[in-house]
């Protein structure tokens, strides 16, 4: 049922009905459904100690590998015909393909999807590709698509690359100091636009085998108009690139582009990745081919070859955007530490080993404005050493320090070091963001190619609450650190009670970091800003007793807090108020009860929705093992 249809009661039965039912089963039962839950978390560990579940996204990941490949001369028929088998296995029954399961159409997918099809040899007669092209036309046609559809258009030649904005290499020059630098970029668009910059200035075409015509819209395609004074200038500024772009200083424009090819090598990690992520990657591989590197080029072999590490081939082949072993590993060793599984436990230890291995000593574009600060972080994937991550160092320091390590001198010097790196990694607002200090400037998105997801980093409410948490449980409760960053957190709590979720689906991810954060940075549960939280949290549970937020609400106000409930974020609310001190209350037995019967009999918990934000309104992420997780830290709370 769409969520914004139902209708706003919660209960559909008395208060006095709910505590009855809830008092004769849930205790039992709660602790019968956690132990399920840790052995089938423990039964998923790996040999060396990590966690990593899958983390899924959208076919844009597929069609976009697809539209690699062909650009590279690189497709084999067979994994062409599974890619096309996944796309086609998430098409809907109106022709279209989403960002997020159960969401709105959308224009830019579809498309891409529709073109990875063609190229699988499915033609514009067969019912599903009509009802996919009808929508396209319907919705403005190629016209109407991102730029970076654009951009993947126009390498084959079904776009033309004077209406695609300017990206000149020359900007690797400018200093940091000066507006849009390329460190002005947070750093997942600050990789994708310095490799865009090399593709866009070589306005290559490797034309398709057909051409596209039943995309076309009925209304012609317009240039991006500016909302704002700065948005007009940088409007201004494109069309003067776009007449530099014709005839650009050769000298200037070879050292530029010796320069670029230089950063972008520099930046590829051991995986053969850019970023750990798939968007840099992609570009970075269109980019140095442009370049002259071969196919069998070290650097190239090496990225080509890591691809392969990013995908899943179960008959239908799909392609993660990125990895997450860091990110699960942690959050794997707090949920059993609250289930109770002891510090020194084997899988605990494995799990520790694995995590002081990962530790990031070496120094990434972060040092660029923290250049005297000594390294310390983690990142979020196997394989990222230029690009440890705030929110990962901290959870892995809040992990490491639930351990009874055989070397607590190697465990403690460890998580010493990350501490001090993100006391460093402090903006200049108290707050935090996730990769880089002081990430803020605004000017960057009114830029006419960033229409594909936030360009900046910014501090967050959700990655903040986990600093703060982290230096409450070390017991720096009075750490000028730590109140810089409960003054931050309660700044910028929503006049409805809530916390904005940057990098979770949403105000019930933000909410259920910052409550448990601020109570362990000695806030009182009674302080006006965590009853506001918990009254929030009441308001948006469900009939059925669980939390759901859909992805829409970062977009449409009538969506925060409402949506399907979910196993991650019936959990996120859970957690807050098991920290606001409301662990008997009724919305969280009803929470509690609503885990307990939804659980599988396996130990596990179903969740079609995707919870996880990457960039918020554009693209979204559904992380398998958060389903697990989550659960086993909130019912490990409660049960305790």
């Given at each position: 049922m769409d969520a914004i249809s139902r209708p706003r009661d919660r209960l559909t039965l008395t208060d006095d009905d709910y505590h009855g039912l809830l008092a004769s089963e849930a205790p039992q039962d709660a602790a019968s459904a956690l132990e399920r839950a840790v052995e089938k978390l423990?039964?998923?560990?790996?040999?060396?100690?990590?966690?990593?579940?899958?983390?899924?996204?959208?076919?844009?990941?597929?069609?976009?590998d697809m539209l690699l490949r062909e650009f590279l001369?690189?497709?084999?028929?067979?994994?062409?015909?599974?890619?096309?088998?996944?796309?086609?296995?998430?098409?809907?029954?109106?022709?279209?393909?989403?960002?997020?399961?159960?969401?709105?159409?959308?224009?830019?997918?579809?498309?891409?999807?529709?073109?990875a099809l063609r190229l699988a040899g499915d033609t514009p007669e067969q019912p599903h590709m009509q009802a996919a092209a009808e929508y396209v036309r319907g919705a403005g046609g190629l016209q109407q698509a991102r730029v970076f559809t654009h951009i993947w258009m126009a390498l084959f030649g079904a776009w033309p690359w004077t209406k695609v904005p300017a990206v000149p290499p020359e900007m690797i020059f400018l200093p940091k100091w000066v507006p849009l630098n390329v460190y002005d970029f947070a750093c997942w668009a600050r990789q994708t636009v310095v490799a865009l910059s090399v593709v866009v200035a070589s306005r290559p075409v490797r034309p398709l085998p057909f051409t596209l015509e039943e995309l076309d819209g009925s209304e012609p395609w317009a240039p991006p108009e500016a909302t704002s004074l700065f948005g007009r200038g940088l409007v201004a500024l494109d069309h003067v690139l776009k007449i530099y772009e014709q005839r650009p200083l050769a000298l200037l424009r070879r050292v530029a582009l010796n320069r670029v090819e230089r950063w972008i090598v520099d930046r590829q990690e051991a995986d053969g990745g850019w970023g750990g992520i798939q968007p840099p990657w992609v570009y970075s591989l269109i980019a140095l081919n442009l370049l002259g590197y071969p196919l069998d080029h070290p650097v190239m072999e090496r990225g080509l070859a890591g691809m392969q590490s990013f995908t899943i081939d179960e008959g239908q082949r799909r392609v993660e955007a990125c990895q997450s072993p860091v990110w699960d590993t942690c959050l794997s060793v707090i949920a059993l530490h609250d289930a109770g599984v002891p510090g020194n436990d084997e899988a605990v230890l494995r799990a520790a080993d694995w995590l002081l291995d990962q530790q990031i000593l070496e120094r990434g574009d972060w040092a660029v404005r923290r250049p005297q600060l000594e390294p310390g972080g983690w990142a979020f994937e196997f394989a990222n050493a230029n690009y440890p991550d705030i929110d990962d160092t901290a959870e892995v320091v809040i992990a490491l320090?639930?351990?009874?390590?055989?070397?607590?001198?190697?465990?403690?010097?460890?998580?010493?070091?990350?501490?001090?790196?993100?006391?460093?990694?402090?903006?200049?607002?108290?707050?935090?963001?996730?990769?880089?200090?002081?990430?803020?400037?605004?000017?960057?998105?009114?830029?006419?190619?960033?229409?594909f997801g936030e360009v900046i980093d910014p501090p967050s409410a959700d990655v903040t609450a986990h600093i703060v948490e982290m230096l409450g449980l070390l017991g720096r409760k009075a750490d000028p650190l730590t109140r810089g960053g409960v003054r931050w957190l309660m700044d910028n709590q929503e006049a409805d009670g809530s916390w904005f979720g940057r990098w979770g689906v949403n105000h019930v991810y933000g909410t259920g970091a910052t409550v448990p954060a601020l109570v362990a940075a000695g806030v009182p549960r009674t302080h006006t800003a965590i009853r506001r939280a918990v009254s929030w949290l009441d308001q948006h549970q469900n009939a059925d007793g669980g939390w759901g937020e859909d992805c829409r609400s970062y977009d449409d106000p009538a969506w925060i807090g409402r949506g399907e409930s979910t196993p991650s974020q019936t959990a996120w609310a859970l957690l807050a108020l098991e920290a606001a001190g409301a662990r008997d209350s009724l919305a969280t037995r009803r929470g509690v009860q609503w885990l307990v019967s939804n659980q599988r009999e396996d130990g596990g918990w179903d969740e079609l929705y995707h919870t996880g934000t990457g960039f918020p309104s554009d693209f979204y992420?559904?992380?398998?093992?958060?389903?697990?997780?989550?659960?086993?830290?909130?019912?490990?709370?409660?049960?305790?």
């Open positions: 423990l039964s998923l560990q790996e040999p060396d100690g990590w966690w990593k579940g899958e983390l899924e996204t959208n076919v844009t990941m597929d069609a976009e001369g690189i497709s084999e028929p067979e994994t062409t015909a599974r890619c096309a088998e996944w796309i086609r296995s998430n098409q809907r029954d109106d022709g279209t393909w989403s960002n997020f399961y159960g969401g709105p159409a959308n224009l830019s997918t579809t498309i891409e999807s529709y073109v320090n639930t351990v009874n390590h055989p070397d607590p001198a190697r465990l403690r010097a460890a998580i010493e070091r990350g501490v001090d790196w993100l006391a460093g990694m402090r903006s200049s607002d108290a707050g935090w963001g996730a990769f880089d200090v002081d990430n803020c400037r605004t000017l960057i998105r009114d830029l006419p190619f960033c229409d992420i559904k992380y398998h093992l958060y389903r697990l997780i989550f659960p086993v830290m909130a019912l490990g709370r409660l049960v305790r």
